[in-house]
């Protein structure tokens, strides 16, 4: 294991698959408490905040070679390279497994593993709200394959918590903005749940901030914001704000799934949103 002077003032993170989630978290982290590393496949440049590391987190070898460094934190946000049940799979068991088996082997045992997950682990469609409790039964291989990764988390013998986001909007992400200039927006009436990136990476500092100071993180998260409203309502919304008169299709395919998604036991733990509802964040993208 190599620690150097610096690690022995601050704590160590590791971001698996940092991307945007994961760039904005280590902006968010007090950089006189803690280094932050994000693993890329094809890594950008470095910034003030971040070091990058070129590393395939499904390649065990390369895997065993990052975790030597001895991290305190281990965040795992990784985007699968395709969206199908292997790519899924890869993306999100393989690795995971891979990182508990090298972790396995190191001497130096991190305090904090984040898993973050998704709410299509749930699969109710009527409307209903769910939380941490709520069955999670889903029919698509999305929320099959990241409930089975968060299983290897779960039983890795390390601390750990499982977070599970919404749909996260936010700059770069602006899908439902382009559907309504476009004139392909939804009318569907299903609830949709919504988080901005900006509280995805507030959230997951949070969490990493309470387990520093001692406290006891709950087995999973929702992190959603407070206002699950039905899709039509959204678009409706944002069509007002762009001036677009005619912006709903007979074609546009509806949100997947239905349902409320709850909140209620983050900011239990103390988390304020800086956009609690889709109006808020939408707000300021447009």
Known sequence: MVINSESLSKEQVLIVGCGDIGQRLAQCLPQDAYKVTG?????????????????????AEELVEVLRQGFSVIVMSMTPSERSDAGYQRAYVQTCQKLVDGLGAQSFKPRLLIFVSSTAVYGQMDGSWVDENSPTE??????????????????????????????????????????????????????????????????????????RNGEKLQPVYLATDSAPVPMLEVVTWLAEQMGVAEFLSETATNERGNKRCSNQRLLASGFVFHYPSFKDGYAELI
Not at 43 to 52: F, G, I, Q
């Open 39 to 59: 693993l890329r496949r094809n890594p950008p440049k470095d910034l003030p905040y971040l070091r990058y590391q070129a590393c395939d987190a499904t390649n």
């Open 138 to 211: 889903p029919e698509g291989f999305s929320g099959k394959r990241l409930l089975e990764a968060e299983t290897v988390i779960q039983n890795s013998g390390f601390t750990n918590t499982i977070v599970r986001f919404s749909g996260i909007y936010g700059p770069s992400r602006n899908r439902l903005i382009e559907q309504v200039r476009q004139r392909m927006a939804s009318a569907s009436p299903h609830f949709t749940n919504r988080i901005h990136a900006d509280d995805c990476a507030r959230s997951l500092a949070h969490l990493i901030e309470l387990n």
